[in-house]
Nanobody, 125 residues
Framework: QLQASGGGLVQPGGSLRLSCAAS????????FGWFRQAPGKEREGVSY????????LYADSVKDRFTISRDNAKNSVYLQMNNLKPEDTAVYYC????????????????????WGQGTLVTVSS
């Protein structure tokens, strides 16, 4: 089970940190991704992190503003979001794929096995 949290209302240029807590499995064997879906739009990938955390990937729209990280000891994955823009407004979902032993990244949402319930991020003045 995945539980996403940390969303809220923030002004443009502000920051938020999303958390995704995993329960019921050891996240050390899982790769993770953050996805988002804005009203009236399709779900899109935001960022991905490999099982051991050595590989990370970001969508062009969030590169240099968002940072994905993981803490296996806390069974959690994070998405630090800085310099937020109104177009970042969306429901953000974390997803996990595994168990696996490789270190690749997974960009296709259909690859993921578990999904969190989503947390709403609203960027508005």
């Amino acid at each position: 089970q995945l539980q996403a949290s940390g969303g809220g209302l923030v002004q443009p240029g502000g920051s938020l940190r999303l958390s995704c807590a995993a329960s019921g499995f050891s996240m050390g064997y899982f790769a993770f991704g953050w996805f988002r879906q804005a009203p009236g739009k399709e779900r899109e990938g935001v960022s991905y992190i490999s099982r051991v955390g050595g590989s990370k990937l970001y969508a062009d729209s969030v590169k240099d503003r968002f940072t994905i990280s993981r803490d296996n000891a806390k069974n959690s994955v994070y998405l630090q979001m800085n310099n937020l823009k109104p177009e970042d407004t969306a429901v953000y979902y974390c997803a996990a794929k595994g168990p696996l032993y490789g270190s690749r990244l997974y960009e296709n949402p259909r690859d993921y096995d578990y999904w969190g319930q989503g947390t709403l991020v609203t960027v508005s003045s």
